[in-house]
């Protein structure tokens, strides 16, 4: 086995998607966890205080071991579904014509598109093993998760999740040959991911959680945009009909500059209220990445706005984490 071809066929640029939301989510469910042990100083000490405080000393002591597990689903999960996309994608030829190397360029001014495995020769049956591998690692440990903390409802949530990532390109009627794949990473890179982890590690969910799924979903949503630009040209020819083909060029790269406004002022209003004003300087001073993202898409020079979408996503999960820390 040709080691590059597989570590290039795990679209390790896609990876932030599934890093940063759990990321947020552990950030967002720490504060939550701080905030119970607040309590006014009194004698005796008031009932629902004590309560409280058995709450916190539970919630902290199993924290580091289920944010290990909910990071291990996601990653696990991502590599299965890019595996799974490569599996489906390469049975049906959608891959076919892709460039060997992503330093050429290729027609029209676009930059080269990187070969996937089924389409460099890797026998689909493996590739279809280690999507189903990589599946089965991210239940083990969502199940162990889910018995440490108890959330049995997050059993429905990573099935859903596990048939979500199949169905995208698998099956007879793939949905994100239809154009609904910015849906579906929006609901699960975003709110799936940042909720289940936060109701994971707190046992709860706030509006400040919500407000940084979304933001997480819309970068994600932007990371699939970018992707799918790229491969419209192949996508129409193929019937792979994403957003990207059904909006049209132009249109879908102003969607990606409107989704990246929207992220970007909710993420400066939700790092505004975890560390006011200096999580919102923080944030903005990285501003010129999606700017250079967006007018990379427009100008087809699609590994820098990949690129860059990658950085944004981690950027805002960092400045969460950061901002949450210095809060406490």
Known sequence: MNLRVWMGGLRPKTLPA???????????????????????LVYPTPPQCV???VLYSALLSRFWPVFILCLAVTLL??????????????????????????????????????????????????????????????????????VLSQAWWLLAVGALSVAAGWFYTGGRHPYGYAGFGEVAVFLF????AVLGTEYALAGA????????????????????????????????????RTLAVRLGERRA???????????????SFIC?????????????????VPIRMVSSAFRHQFRTALNDAGFQTLLFAVVVVVSVAVSF
Request: contains cysteine; glycine residues 12%.
């Open 18 to 40: 599934s890093i940063a939301p759990v990321l947020v989510g552990a950030a967002v469910a720490y504060r939550h966890i701080n905030e119970l042990n607040i309590c006014t």
């Open 51 to 53: 309560a409280r405080g």
């Open 77 to 146: 999960l991502q590599i299965a579904v890019n595996l799974a996309n490569d599996y489906s994608d390469g049975v049906r030829g959608t891959d076919e014509g892709r460039d060997a190397d992503e330093s050429d360029s290729g027609r029209n001014g676009r930059d080269a598109k990187p070969r996937r495995l089924v389409a460099s020769g890797v026998p689909p049956k493996q590739v279809l093993c280690a999507a189903g591998v990589a599946a089965g690692l991210a239940c083990v440990a969502g199940l162990v998760a889910v």
């Open 189 to 192: 890179f975003g709110l799936a």
């Open 205 to 240: 969910v706030d509006g400040l959680g919500v407000a940084a799924a979304v933001c997480c979903g819309l970068n994600a949503v932007m990371l699939l945009m970018v992707n799918n630009l790229r491969d419209i040209d192949g996508d129409r020819i193929h019937g792979k």
């Open 253 to 267: 790269s102003v969607l990606l500059a409107v989704c990246c406004i929207i992220a970007w002022v909710i993420s």
């Open 272 to 288: 505004m209220m975890l560390w006011m004003p200096w999580g919102a300087v923080v944030l903005i001073s990285g501003v010129a």
